[in-house]
């Protein structure tokens, strides 16, 4: 890429690999969601193939739970689903999160991650989520971003298969007053 202009395409080549905008999911998106789904041999261990994961997406979003996609070149290349309150009914849950094989180790999953935890965290001190005691790299991944295994569930969705307990907190639930209600956790 040398010579005249070499410098500004590589630049722009650059620009283009590691501009990703993570923005809320529409019905448009979800297919691109479903096929990330669909090319990881993981998922299908539990059974969840593209038209499985379009489906509960497509409900996830009706029920109005938060979905938020990354997005390169018009392209979906991650997305995390998550809810509120879905652990525990108190505490915010990552349900689902992935990213494209091709945008692996780029930062994609860590700022969905880092989306999701900013919109729970408003609401309670703690993030949980499972992880299968097959997925070493998942459990490097939460690890590596405050998440401490805390627990396992045996045979949980599949017999044979573990899904391991991890949470991120900044602290018990009794100080926390949410929202405008007084002061919060101080992180750990």
Same mark, same amino acid.
């Given at each position: 890429m040398g010579g005249p202009g070499g410098? #500004? @395409?590589?630049r722009q080549?650059?620009?283009e690999r590691t501009s990703v905008r993570v923005r809320p999911a529409g019905v448009e998106?979800? +297919?691109? %969601?479903?096929g990330i789904i669909a090319q990881e041999d993981l998922w299908r261990q539990y059974g969840v193939s593209? +038209?499985?994961? *379009?489906? *509960?997406l497509r409900k996830a979003l009706g029920a109005g #739970?938060?979905?938020l996609v990354a997005v390169r070149g018009g392209a979906v290349v991650g997305f995390v689903w998550f809810q *509120? =309150?879905? %652990?525990?009914?108190?505490s915010g849950y990552v349900r689902w999160i992935a990213t494209h094989p091709s945008v692996r180790n780029?930062?994609?999953?860590t700022a969905l991650l880092r989306a999701a935890e900013a919109r729970i965290l408003r609401h309670?001190?703690?993030?949980?989520?499972? @992880? +299968? =005691?097959v997925n070493r790299r998942a459990q490097r991944f939460y690890r590596g971003r405050g998440y401490e295994r805390v627990g396992v569930l045996r045979d949980y969705v599949r017999r044979g298969v573990h899904e391991w307990i991890y949470r991120k907190t900044l602290g018990p639930l009794a100080p926390w007053r949410g929202e405008g209600g007084g002061k919060k956790a101080r992180r750990r």
């Open positions: 410098t #500004e @395409v590589l080549a650059v620009a998106d979800l +297919s691109g %969601c479903a593209r +038209s499985t994961a *379009l489906t *509960l #739970e938060p979905v *509120l =309150h879905g %652990c525990f009914g108190r780029e930062g994609i999953g309670g001190p703690n993030v949980f989520l499972l @992880v +299968s =005691h």
